[in-house]
């Protein structure tokens, strides 16, 4: 199993565990999987100093992400060529709710938790997370109350 398949199975039995990965590859591609995987730090093993690594990990249990520099220019470097090549229509596309997100987001608006909108709409707890994840990530949300806040202020949802 890799370090990203571990990651993405620890992210799922454990949704608040925070990953850092410590790793010999620094190449783009391994570096977005890691982090679509939900790790919140990745440091590359040849940068890594016993001072840089407890850096790393008092950011991320302070909630934050931590990236070396080595690896903020690649993640940079992705980002921008993926700007670039996305029209405005796509970035629009990007933030539109459907409408079973529309929905939990309303759920969650009533103050429902996750188990209680799994129940009203016969859906599994991690669906419900997997669609909270999807809003919270659209509009780049750190927490449920900013999400909730955003949709009261900006009529998302009708409440």
């Known amino acids: 199993m890799s370090g990203i398949e571990l990651t993405e199975k620890l992210i799922k039995l454990y949704p608040d565990i925070k990953v850092l990965i410590l790793s010999m590859f620094n190449n783009e591609e391994y570096i977005v999987s890691a982090i679509q995987a939900g790790a919140k730090g ?42 670039k090549n996305t029209s405005v229509g796509d970035v629009a596309k990007k933030h539109q709710l459907t409408s079973r997100e529309k929905e ?4 969650y608006v009533e103050g429902c938790t996750n188990n209680e909108i799994a129940e009203k709409l016969n859906l599994s707890v991690f669906t419900i997370k997997t669609l909270k994840n999807n809003i919270m990530q659209k509009y780049n949300f750190k927490s449920t109350v900013e999400m909730i806040k955003f949709a009261l202020r900006n009529n998302i949802v009708e409440w």
């Open 104 to 107: 939990i987001l309303k759920l």
């Open 42 to 83: 990745y440091l590359p093993k040849q940068d890594s100093t016993t001072e840089i690594l407890l850096e790393a990990i008092r950011t991320i249990s302070n909630g934050d992400e931590f990236y070396s520099a080595s690896i903020s220019k690649i993640v940079l470097k992705s980002f921008i060529n993926n700007v």
